[in-house]
């Protein structure tokens, strides 16, 4: 299976500053056949599902504010927040859903805070 | 506007089956063109895809859950359900369903999900 590791494991940043969080699979996630990576970004706030912010490692999807942005290809990729707003308080997930057969993995989670 | 909700017992006993349903409103599960699915999220693991079926009657499981799970559907009710047998304290969790965002395709990020229901295996 494929592994995504996500660091830091959190970070405390004030508010209107940038806020940015890595994520590394142990195989490319780039299908050469499409030239697309297959990883998407969520929040999830306590006691709710994960919410879908970023696919195909950087379309934002509707409704999410530009202040989130995704790069990278490959194996590595980040998401970026441009200015930490308090909503932004959330722990964030990277997900991939290259693996055939399926087995779509998640990254263990960073957790963003004020400072 | 598609909603999901979750609903089963909230209480397992080790070794029994675990059952849930997710129920859909706002879109037919048999006559969409995507993937429905279930995730769990526990402390120890995280989030953890179980696996997805099209109502067409492709199904998919996680490898390393394979052995123990079944995902069915009544489309006369606009529910699909798990079955997750011989359970464990490690099944302990948070469990999902959600829809796989890319028509047609199982491998895929996902762009709705229920809000969720713990279940916790404890004699």
């Known amino acids: 299976d494929i592994v995504m590791t996500q660091s830091p494991d959190s970070l405390a940043v004030s508010l209107g500053e940038r806020a940015t969080i890595n994520c590394k699979s142990s195989?490319?996630?780039?299908?050469?056949?499409?030239?697309?990576?297959?990883l998407a970004w969520y929040q999830q706030k306590p006691g709710q599902p994960p919410k879908l912010l970023i696919y195909?490692?950087?379309t934002r999807e509707s409704g999410v504010p530009d202040r989130f942005s995704g790069s990278g290809s490959g194996t590595d990729f980040t998401l970026t927040i441009s200015s930490l707003q308090a909503e932004d308080v959330a722990v964030y997930y990277c997900?991939?859903?290259?693996?055939?057969?399926?087995?779509?993995?998640f990254g263990g989670g960073t957790k963003v805070e004020i400072k | 506007q598609l909603m999901l909700q979750e609903s089963g017992p909230g209480l397992v006993k080790p070794s029994e089956t675990l059952s849930l349903t997710c129920t859909v409103s706002?879109?037919?599960?048999?006559?969409?063109?995507?993937?429905w699915g279930w995730i769990r999220q526990s402390p120890g693991k995280g989030l953890e895809w179980i696996g997805a079926?099209?109502?067409?009657?492709?199904?998919y499981y996680n490898p390393s859950l394979k052995s123990r799970v079944t995902i069915s559907v009544d489309a006369s009710k606009n529910h699909f359900s798990l079955k997750l047998s011989s359970v464990n304290a490690a099944d302990t969790a948070v469990y999902y369903c959600?829809?796989?965002?890319?028509?047609?395709?199982?491998?895929?990020?996902?762009?709705?999900w229920g809000q969720g229901t713990l279940v916790t295996v404890s004699s």
């Open positions: 959600a829809r796989h965002g890319l028509s047609t395709y199982v491998r895929s990020h996902f762009d709705y």
């Open positions: 706002g879109a037919s599960i048999s006559s969409t063109t995507y993937y």
């Open positions: 079926f099209y109502y067409s009657g492709n199904t």
């Open positions: 195989q490319s996630v780039l299908y050469s056949a499409t030239n697309k990576n297959y």
């Open positions: 195909w490692a950087s």
């Open positions: 997900q991939q859903y290259y693996s055939n057969p399926p087995d779509l993995t």
